[in-house]
C-alpha cells in the first residue's frame, strides 16, 4: 500500500482532500511506518497541523518551500504534503528525490483556481504521479451533480485568498468564471 512514488489527491474545495490525506497518513502511523507531514507556511489557518473539515487532525511541519522538505523528510518513510497549490515553485523535482530514495510521498492539493486556471505545481505534480485521487463535492448551487470546481464568492481577484467561507464547490455546469 505504501510502495515509493507520488500519490496526487486533487478536486475543489470542500472535496475531502484533507480527510483522504489523513486517512492514508493515520494508516501508515497505526503500520509504524516513520511518517512526515509538511504544509506551506502561506496556510495560516492552522499551526503546526493539517485539519480535516470533520475535525481530525494530524501534526505538520510549516515550510516556506518544497527544498525544506527534503532535509526535513530524511527519515520518513511516508511523506505528506496538504496545500501543496500554495508552493508556487516546483515541488516535482523534490517529491521525485524522495520517491527515488524508497518513500511514497502523498500529496494533496487545489485542481484548478478560482478563474479555473490550472493550479501553481498541481498539473506538473499530477503528470509525474504514479497515483491520482480525484475527489469531489457536492455543487452547492444545483445540488444535484459532482463539484469539480471552486467558486470565489466574495474577494477580489488575488490567485492566493485563504478562507472557507469565501468559496463554494460548483459543477462544471454552475461554476461561473470571475
Ligand atoms: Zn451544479
Known amino acids: 500500500m505504501f510502495s515509493p512514488g507520488l500519490v496526487v489527491i486533487t478536486g475543489p474545495m470542500f472535496s475531502g482532500k484533507s480527510t483522504e490525506l489523513i486517512r492514508r497518513l493515520t494508516i501508515a502511523k497505526i503500520a509504524k511506518l516513520p511518517v512526515q507531514v509538511f504544509k506551506p507556511a502561506r496556510d495560516t489557518r492552522t499551526a503546526s497541523q493539517i485539519c480535516s473539515r470533520d475535525g481530525c487532525c494530524i501534526s505538520a511541519i510549516n515550510v516556506s518551500g518544497p527544498a525544506d522538505i527534503l532535509e526535513l523528510a530524511k527519515d ?103
Open 76 to 178: 520518513a518513510r511516508v511523506v505528506g504534503i496538504d496545500e501543496a497549490h500554495f508552493f508556487e515553485e516546483s515541488l516535482g523535482t523534490i517529491a521525485m528525490t524522495l520517491a527515488r530514495s524508497g518513500k511514497q510521498v502523498i500529496i494533496a492539493g487545489l485542481n484548478l483556481d478560482f478563474q479555473e486556471r490550472p493550479f501553481a505545481c498541481i498539473p506538473e505534480l499530477l503528470a509525474l504521479a504514479d497515483e491520482i485521487v480525484q475527489v469531489h463535492a457536492l455543487c452547492t448551487a444545483c445540488n444535484e451533480r459532482l463539484a469539480t470546481r471552486s467558486q470565489r464568492l466574495l474577494g477580489g481577484q488575488e490567485r492566493y485568498q485563504v478562507g472557507d467561507t469565501e468559496y463554494a464547490p460548483r459543477c462544471l455546469h454552475c461554476f461561473k468564471p470571475s
